[in-house]
């Protein structure tokens, strides 16, 4: 494998670090502060080409890889995390429809993503059922050429702003595998019966828009179905195999937004006549610090390369999210410690990158389930 990036990856990481430095910096403490967002700067990142690069040509995207995306994803993660969710997170459930959609859906939803004129999410967690996802029950039973659904959701990134959510449903509660039972159905947010609730105070990533929803005889036609009925769960599986890999950019961002923030911050403070950063415990910290950087940046390279190939290694996906994210709260952790009670405060950034790092170890699969998939592909 060559780890060199291409000039038109290096090209990218460019414009995406200038747009982040350029854009975020001056917003997000607002927006953290708020728990607001301005879909302004959602709009220019789609103009700019940021957003949805992965998606096909046929849809009107750049046809890249996941590997151009995770590098987009590290660059507004490093300048700030909350936005960097806000943005990038609008087309959470594309990669689904990629993968299963019909071509009337594809059709439908992918060129708005692309151009900043809709937004997609994807709902699984519900209040009784997380990381086992088999436990889902909102209902989705089929009426003529209709599926009434009903059911709530938890924790539904965009819930409240999507123009369409991708709804987890039980669609075969008599199937004997509990791994058959659910369908992926695509629902209008503009449904009768459908409705969302913001979830306010989260720790971190404030800017992004978090919600309850909740569907009461909510009606859809019968070929929002998306995929293969009772096929959901391994269809989940698929998706969460490449929505993992942002996961990681997202946590590599972040622990290379922290390192910047030490280095800066160890340079400039000066105690007992020097500046921290002339103190051999600084520089092990640093050291630890990149060294952790580029494993997890590494890991996931490797993965997202294998997936662009379409030779897939779950249990590698598994292994660099839970890696990248423990790193991530790892290297945020002790860029707080170094900037001492200073980063304590939200005006300053490592603040944010230390409040925003720990969702990086509970959402598409917590840690525990990360390692539990690691295991199982060792001892079976
Ligand atoms: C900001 C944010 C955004 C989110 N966005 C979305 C979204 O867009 N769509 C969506 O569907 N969900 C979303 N989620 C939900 C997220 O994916 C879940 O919170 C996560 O999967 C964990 O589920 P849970 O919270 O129910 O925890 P639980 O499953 O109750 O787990 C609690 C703890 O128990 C551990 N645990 C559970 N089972 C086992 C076991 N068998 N062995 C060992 N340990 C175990 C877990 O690892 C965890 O540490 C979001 C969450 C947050 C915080």
């Keep these: 494998m060559d780890f060199t990036l291409s000039k038109e990856q290096r090209d990218i990481v460019r414009a995406a670090r200038k747009f982040a430095n350029g854009e975020f910096l001056d917003r997000a403490l607002e927006f953290d502060r708020e728990e607001k967002f301005d879909l ?21 995207g ?30 959470f459930g594309s990669e689904l429809l990629l993968l299963y959609g019909s071509e009337d859906q594809k059709q439908l ?55 369409w959510i991708l709804m987890f449903c039980m669609s075969d509660p008599e199937n004997p ?23 306010l105070g989260k720790t971190g990533i404030r800017a992004s828009d978090t919600a309850d929803v909740s569907l009461k005889n909510v009606r859809v036609p019968i070929d929002h179905l998306v995929g293969k009925q009772g096929q959901g769960f391994h269809e989940l599986m698929a998706f969460f195999n490449r929505t993992r890999l942002h996961i990681c950019a997202q946590a590599v961002g972040l622990a290379r937004g922290a390192l ?26 640093i050291a630890e610090m990149a060294t952790l950087i580029r494993a997890a940046r590494n890991l996931y390279y490797e993965a997202a390369w294998l997936v662009d190939r379409g030779n897939l290694d779950h249990a590698l996906i598994a292994m660099a999210k839970w890696f990248s994210a423990e790193i991530a709260v790892r290297c945020a952790d002790e860029a707080v410690q170094m900037h001492g009670g200073y980063g304590y405060i939200d005006e300053y950034k490592v603040n944010r990158l230390y409040r925003a790092a720990k969702v990086l170890e509970i959402y598409e699969g917590t840690k525990e389930m990360e390692k539990t998939i690691i295991s199982r592909s060792i001892l079976g």
Excluded at 42 to 55: D, M, P, Q, S, T
Excluded at 65 to 90: N, V
Excluded at 266 to 283: C, D, H, I, N
């Design 40 to 60: 302004d700067l959602w709009r220019k990142a789609c103009e700019l080409g940021f957003v949805g690069v992965f998606i096909d040509p046929a849809y009107n």
């Design 177 to 199: 595998s509990r791994h058959e039972r659910h369908s992926f159905i695509l629902i209008p947010t503009d449904t009768p019966g459908f409705k969302a609730k913001k979830i």
């Design 62 to 91: 750049a046809g890249m890889g996941f590997l151009e995306h995770s590098l987009i994803t590290e660059e507004f993660w490093a300048a700030d995390p909350g936005i960097g969710q806000a943005i990038l997170s609008t087309t």
């Design 109 to 163: 939803v992918l060129p708005k993503l692309v151009a900043g004129e809709a937004i997609i999410s994807t709902a699984i967690t519900e209040p009784d059922a997380g990381s086992d996802v088999t436990g889902v029950r909102t209902t989705a039973v089929k009426d003529g050429d209709e599926w009434i659904i009903n059911g709530s959701k938890m924790f539904n990134t965009n819930g409240t702003i999507a123009t």
């Design 260 to 285: 910047d923030e030490a280095v800066h911050h160890t340079k400039e403070r000066r105690q007992f006549g020097a500046p921290l950063a002339s103190f051999q415990v600084t520089q092990f910290k």
